[in-house]
Nanobody, 121 residues
Framework: VQLQASGGGLVQAGGSLRLSCAAS????????VGWFRQAPGKERDFVAA??????STIYADSVKGRFTISRDKNMVYLQMNSLNPEDTAGYYC?????????????????WGQGTQVTVSS
């Protein structure tokens, strides 16, 4: 199973980025997908997750109202608006063992390699 995250880059505060996560449809079709992020020297934190059928989405409080997770076939997206320097991190997508969206990294089976997001002030 391979997950490919892309779309990271350098952006000024207040700007936007759209991250993408690609995998085989078999990998995604019956499973929730989540995004996590990890800044240097910090633990990996939950960002957002979407259920297998897109009926449910959940967000970390720090990104609620600014980030939107969505999915379409074998792609999952993370639209990030109003970025600030605290959003700087490596962003990772992962598929869950479950169909429902969850916040715990332990519920996620497969992880992509990550894409770096850097927000300058």
């Amino acid at each position: 199973v391979q997950l490919q995250a892309s779309g990271g880059g350098l952006v000024q505060a207040g700007g936007s980025l759209r991250l993408s996560c690609a995998a085989s449809r078999r990998t995604f079709s019956n499973n929730a997908v989540g995004w996590f992020r990890q800044a240097p020297g910090k633990e990996r934190d939950f960002v957002a997750a979407i259920s297998w059928n897109s009926d449910s989405t959940i967000y970390a409080d720090s990104v609620k109202g600014r980030f939107t997770i969505s999915r379409d076939k074998n792609m999952v997206y993370l639209q990030m608006n109003s970025l600030n320097p605290e959003d700087t991190a490596g962003y990772y997508c992962a598929t869950s063992f479950r169909a429902s969206a969850g916040r715990s990294a332990s519920a996620y089976a497969y992880w992509g390699q990550g894409t770096q997001v850097t927000v300058s002030s």
